[in-house]
């Protein structure tokens, strides 16, 4: 049990601190009163449950196999099931609504609407085992700890999962049912991606998870959400940081951009007849990495395919998406304003650049741009970015400004959609050469503590901020 | 019958020129006699044939649908028994050989191997109603007009089918067991592309074209080999031109490349930090048209595939097909080797004309080449070319220098084969548009008969050649 108070503990050196850090028995100076996280039981916690669900083996080691746990599939509901009768044994309330978001929630002091950490169980088809799963068994590591040390909090704190959306064609769609960002109709209808038939209605309930509650931020209110993450990227590693302090996500727009030229015969027709989709689609390819590195984003090319597909056939017919993204939203719509003027252009045999010189100019070719995803950039909650920040600085004393880094998630996560209705925020911890949504995905136990030890902080912080501006 | 003789029409003003070309039942004013071949006649035999395999529809009229004709399959052996039953009927004598390999003979005043107009009734999968099938119709179309004009010839003549190759992986392959450059067993063994289990020699039998005639040269012998083709082109049609007079093939090689980077997350990984694989092929592919242009050669990506392929993950794996060609193989292998250096530069970040330039330099690839069809340039028989000259010079009279142009054939055709072993030359007509292996294909009838009439005259030329040199 934890006996209130300021710990004095002298600072310990760097080496030392990072011992500290590794043994879930001992507590750090600390300027508030703050319980410690297990790393071991979390770290349990988080390969216990990737046994529902295993993937591709990439290593020797026990833990070495990646995840292909997707939503609402058996594999799913065996880890859900584990959350459900965790959290329930850990005194908490445990309510599902009716996209499957599940709310395990630990009664406060007060009455209100609960604090929240949450993330996902389901994976990517060939994921990893730390990309949603650390953020939930983070939460129940929370709830563990809050029950063992016997911790009084304002508020009532909550757990839950949200959803992946890896098999199902809308990302993170259950958090966005509850944001009334996504009609709940439209979500219930979807059918699964690859030719299943099933729809999500009927996933949830054979699985079990199609729950009586409305799934709608007014019939389950919380009052604000954390979710702690794996960076799925390398700049925490690459400066030696331990903790992102999220200030944000950047936005994206997700296009399909269709080049339509001619079929011809690669021997027979030569350079100056072609409309050549395939050369005219490299261009634009080009074009957008070097105009996003001047506006300051990022563009990718993660899909491509071409028709007819024979090697002695210029190809008539090029689609390929185009994922565009960028902190801000003015920025992001230049870069797509000029993509859509210069590709024109480059398929005009108009002068872009350099890119239609040193070579011969062809018959030209058509351009079509189709939106398929368009998300606007996220500014996450001051308060809420101030409880992680003070808490990796409670974690971490001295050193924390050499170990932290503010940062803006490149990715999309169920905090997107819940920053649309309570206070948000996220925290980063860094993974093995940035590589996620890949079985060789990897955070070190000590990462994942960290990671789950500023969660708490923040939640316990954010409930007393609460409590105080409540009078 | 025809009459013997020289005859001295008055030249006809060139619009008139057309309509006798049109017409078939006129002779032209020629400097040896020769017969006429059957317009009409050849058009029907043309679309008479496909009715076998009728592919695609892709207008109202009888003949617009495009065929689908792949070799050895039902609809090609009705196309055979066509090409066995008429040509018999014409008094000739019909051989098969062990990979089908059809040889109608008819017999002339000399012993000795014939003279042979040759081409293939098979289709692309998604082909049209000329390619190959003009070649063997006007075979057969000039077997007619012999037989009909009761003509004698010193040698014996031949119409012939050979292979196109769009079912099993090696183009041209019967023709290229005939010249014994392709080993019978190897050939006998192809498997259907495309997941079927037979093999060509279980086709051949199950169609009842496994022959008893062995599949080579020496064991079958031929005079000379010519062949009509539509061009599969634009040039002559964008000069108004109506006969090609074909002086070799151009060499290719068809390369795989493999380009390997990094899978990562669009979102979350910065420029600095991927192994973008789509990017650096997209570089190469323009490279590749550049650098092609400087060597007066041809570079084309007809098939691209990447992985892991979504939206928001830069592909880790990309490979795609490069086809270059060129008229001499100095040229081409010039352009080859500095692809080879460039593409390593390229992918390793290194100074490439501008192509590194402008963007941002990443943690670069690798890449790799795989050659899988290499095809050296050919150059046709000196006295082949000057039999279609002289033929064209026949038809066309003083207009012939505009209404015909000396080219490269840019396609592979069963003349390369035959070319290694025997005289060989190639006659082109024009098609619509330069369009082939489509369904709208379209070559018209006075074209097809002006083609059939070079194609017969130039056997007669050369067959009075043998005669005159043999003394």
């Given at each position: 049990m934890l006996t209130r108070g300021i710990y004095t503990l002298p600072r310990a050196p760097r080496s030392q601190l990072r011992s500290v850090l590794c043994t879930s028995k001992r507590r750090l100076a600390s300027c508030i009163q703050t319980p410690k996280v297990n790393q071991d039981r979390l770290w349990k916690d988080i390969h216990y449950t990737c046994q529902w669900g295993k993937g591709e083996r990439w290593g020797k080691g026990e833990n070495e196999t990646g995840m292909s746990?997707?939503?609402?599939?058996d594999s799913d509901r065996m880890s859900r099931d584990w959350f459900v009768e965790t959290t329930k044994s850990l005194n908490c309330n445990v309510q599902v609504d009716a996209m499957g978001n599940t709310f395990a929630v630990r009664k406060g002091r007060q009455q209100g609407p609960p604090t929240c950490a949450g993330s996902h169980l389901d994976t990517q088809p060939t994921g990893g085992r730390y990309d949603g799963i650390l953020g939930v068994c983070a939460g129940v590591e929370m709830l563990r700890v809050l029950q063992e040390e016997n911790i009084d909090h304002e508020y009532p704190t909550l757990s839950n999962i949200n959803e992946e959306g890896a098999r199902f064609p809308i990302s993170m769609v259950s958090s966005g049912v509850w944001a009334g960002q996504i009609p709940l109709e439209k979500a219930h209808n979807l059918q699964e991606v690859g030719g299943g038939k099933q729809t999500m209605r009927q996933e949830l309930q054979r699985i079990g998870y199609l729950g009586t509650l409305e799934a709608n931020y007014e019939a389950m209110p919380i009052g604000a959400h954390f979710e702690l993450h794996?960076?799925?990227?390398?700049r925490l590693e690459a400066r030696n940081h331990k903790i992102g302090i999220v200030q944000g996500v950047q936005a994206y727009r997700w296009h399909t951009i269709t080049v339509k030229g001619r079929d011809c015969h690669t021997g027979t027709t030569d350079f100056a007849n072609r409309s050549d989709a395939m050369l005219t689609a490299a261009k634009m390819i080009l074009h957008s990495h070097r105009l996003a590195t001047k506006h300051a984003c990022l563009a990718s090319t993660g899909i491509l395919t071409l028709s007819p597909g024979s090697t002695n056939t210029v190809p008539g017919t090029v689609r390929f998406s185009l994922d565009i993204r960028g902190g801000e939203d003015d920025r992001l719509m230049g870069l797509e304003n000029q993509l859509k003027t210069d590709f024109h252009k480059i398929a005009h045999n108009e002068a872009v650049d350099d890119l239609n010189e040193g070579g011969t100019i062809g018959r030209g070719c058509t351009v079509e741009w189709v939106l398929d995803a368009p998300s606007k950039a996220i500014k996450f909650d001051k308060d809420c970015i101030q409880c992680v920040q003070d808490s990796a600085k409670e974690l971490f004393g001295d050193e924390h400004e050499s170990l932290t880094q503010t940062m803006i998630s490149g990715a999309g996560h169920d905090s997107v959609f819940t920053s649309h209705r309570v206070p948000t925020s996220m925290i980063f911890v860094p993974c093995k050469d940035g590589v996620s949504h890949n079985p060789m995905e990897y955070c070190s136990p000590e990462d994942c503590a960290n990671g789950a030890q500023v969660l708490m902080n923040a939640v316990l912080r954010y409930d007393k901020l609460r409590a105080e501006r409540a009078g």
């Open positions: 746990r997707l939503s609402l599939s794996i960076e799925q990227g390398p």
